[in-house]
């Protein structure tokens, strides 16, 4: 495709749940950024990859919260145990090469989760 | 803390009048400035850069902004807003060494014909 591509773009989910959320880059883009969106809030941090590691994990909110990117382009956020809390938009964004201060990173439309 | 501040909430504009949307940064060393926009049902896009040289940037859609170290300030302005231009405005900020980004909260855009 064209742009970042977010699935689903609706996730409603029970308290205690495990969901996992998808990413698809823009083709051949090295970096990938995972960020959260809070209710009347500004995007927060959650991880950066490179590839297939993750150069920085330091937003990852808890142990609950898991993400992997295995072949370095599809990434999957995982999280486990869900709670109210983690209701949010989160979001996803690409960038060619380095990181987003670099190069201009590109985010999808997100994916809205629910936990009920 | 590094952080980047939007003390406008919310702001509201006649089309066609002129348009300036506030940003004050707070980092130790000349930082790396953004402005995104956020559309209904749209992802956040890139208006504009800022990390050292001119201290006027010019962006798509016909906004600039102009960093200010003594007020440390980056804010954003267009001479005349079209309706389309309504949307979410984040600033964001981030330091060399840390590939990432720091949002604002956000400043919602409405404009009145």
């Known amino acids: 495709g064209a742009g970042v591509s977010q699935t689903p773009s609706n996730k409603v989910t029970e308290k205690g749940k495990y969901v996992e959320l998808r990413c698809d880059p823009i083709s051949g883009h090295t970096a990938l950024y995972w960020y959260r969106q809070s209710l009347g809030q500004g995007p927060e941090f959650l991880i950066y990859f490179q590839g297939t590691g993750a150069a920085d994990d330091s937003g990852l909110p808890n142990d609950r919260f898991f993400a992997v990117r295995p072949e370095g382009s599809v990434s999957t956020l995982k999280i486990q145990r869900t709670e109210r809390g983690d209701s949010a938009v989160y979001l996803c964004?690409?960038?060619?090469?380095?990181?987003?201060?670099?190069?201009?990173?590109?985010f999808g439309q997100g994916t809205r989760l629910t936990v009920v | 803390a590094q952080s980047v501040t939007q003390p406008d909430i919310h702001i509201t504009v006649s089309e066609g009048a002129s348009l300036e949307l506030r940003c004050n940064y707070s980092y130790g060393a000349t930082p790396y400035l953004f402005w995104y926009v956020q559309s209904p049902g749209q992802g956040l896009q890139l208006l504009l850069k800022?990390?050292?040289?001119?201290?006027l940037v010019q962006g798509i859609k016909g906004f600039e902004a102009e960093f200010k170290r003594s007020q440390s300030s980056f804010n954003l302005r267009k001479p005349s807003v079209h309706w389309s231009d309504a949307a979410e405005y984040f600033c964001?900020?981030?330091?060399?060494?840390?590939?990432?980004?720091?949002f604002g909260t956000g400043t919602k855009l409405q404009v009145i014909p």
């Open positions: 964004a690409s960038s060619l090469t380095g990181g987003m201060l670099d190069t201009e990173a590109f």
């Open positions: 964001a900020g981030g330091s060399g060494g840390y590939q990432k980004v720091t």
């Open positions: 800022y990390f050292s040289g001119d201290t």
